[in-house]
């Protein structure tokens, strides 16, 4: 498949992205930068200038709504992706009202209580729409725990071992790894019709 | 019995296990899990009594902060 035919396929389909933190911000840029037809991005909080680590946004954007910077981000890089922006703290029932059409969800929040909150309602309610982890991408180094695995209608990323922690934070390299490894099989999915 | 645990093969000399004795044995001590027996979300409080045998597939996922 040439880019041209991959952005053929690609401008059809709707990827939800729940989170705009480290992994949300990243995962997003990628699916657009490729040509992604339609993205719906949910985030409730601000740009920090402690995000700017890992987080896909700029130093003049600090104070700002985390989903209007990431839609413009985006334009910026590729008007033609179509951004659906909900600014919202994201829970079960949001979770199918805003998500339900989309042809991938991908999870990028960054509490487990929300990971776990958005694998069992999509099991629960969404069970035939495939669903993208990042679990595991705290420090840095050991590049190569990090991995891929899929279980069901679930796509797990990451080294699904490393918590975040005072001396354990979430750094751009890592975080960026597993976002674009969340990318990547989102991409596995769509073009390969999985 | 041989099942399937997390993508891989895994053998147990008992015949069958519930969902509590597994994680005691393989020592998964996360408290967030998320728990599927051959594509079935199994609820905490069903651990102690959802019985696995020969041939099932087992998810155990742990839910890790970081994002």
């Given amino acids: ?194 | 019995m041989n099942i399937t645990l997390n993508n891989r093969p895994q053998f147990f000399e008992e015949e069958s296990l519930t969902i509590a004795e597994i994680l005691k044995l393989k020592k998964f001590s996360f408290k967030m899990l998320v728990i599927k027996v051959n594509g079935k979300l199994i609820k905490k409080n069903e651990c102690a009594t959802q019985e696995v045998v020969d041939g099932d597939d087992v998810q155990i996922i742990h839910l890790i902060s970081g994002g």
């Fill in chain 1, 1 to 194: 498949m040439n880019f041209k035919q991959i952005k053929e396929k690609l401008k059809d389909k709707t990827v939800g992205i729940a989170g705009c933190g480290g992994l949300g911000s990243n995962c997003a840029v990628a699916l657009a930068r490729v040509g992604v037809g339609k993205l719906i991005i949910a985030d409730f909080d601000v740009i920090e200038e402690n995000n700017l680590n890992r987080q896909y946004y700029f130093y003049n954007q600090i104070g700002r709504k985390k989903v209007d910077c990431l839609s413009e981000n985006i334009q910026l890089i590729n008007p033609g992706t179509e951004v659906e922006v909900h600014d919202i703290k994201l829970d079960a029932i949001s979770i199918v009202e805003i998500y339900q059409n989309s042809d991938v969800i991908v999870e990028a929040f960054d509490k487990a209580e929300m990971k776990q909150t958005i694998v069992e309602t999509a099991s629960k309610y969404l069970p035939k729409t495939p669903l993208v982890l990042g679990l595991g991408m705290a420090g840095w180094g050991e590049s190569n725990s990090i991995h891929c695995r899929q279980a069901d209608n679930l796509f797990i990323c990451g080294d699904e071992v490393r918590e975040i922690s005072e001396d354990l934070p979430p750094l751009a390299p890592r975080v960026g790894i597993v976002a674009h490894m969340q990318a990547n099989t989102v991409l596995e999915i769509l073009l390969n019709e999985l």
